[in-house]
């Protein structure tokens, strides 16, 4: 197996830039979800900006369980 196919494997979460999604993440015992906007992928964090208040934030992908896209209006968001 060739070393670049192992160091640089190909964008899982491309597909979903800058458009609103749930991500579904583990955190210890529970499943969280975020209202969010995928806007970076590296070989471990996807980056995020939170909907509707635009923090951003890395999100390591191992921790990541499902990317369901939203659609609607996006004010729909509880606080």
């Keep these: 197996m060739e070393a ?3 160091t640089n494997p190909p ?10 999604v ?17 806007i970076a ?4 964090c996807v980056r995020i900006r939170i909907l509707p208040v635009g923090w951003e934030m890395d999100v390591e992908k191992k921790l990541i369980l ?3 896209e939203q659609f609607g209006p996006s004010n729909n968001y509880v606080n």
């Design 4 to 6: 670049e196919k192992i």
């Design 11 to 20: 964008p899982l979460y491309s597909a979903w830039f800058g458009k609103p």
């Design 22 to 38: 749930l991500l579904v993440v583990a955190l210890r015992q529970c499943h969280l979800p975020l209202h969010c906007s995928i």
């Design 41 to 44: 992928e590296s070989n471990t």
């Design 66 to 68: 499902a990317v369901e």
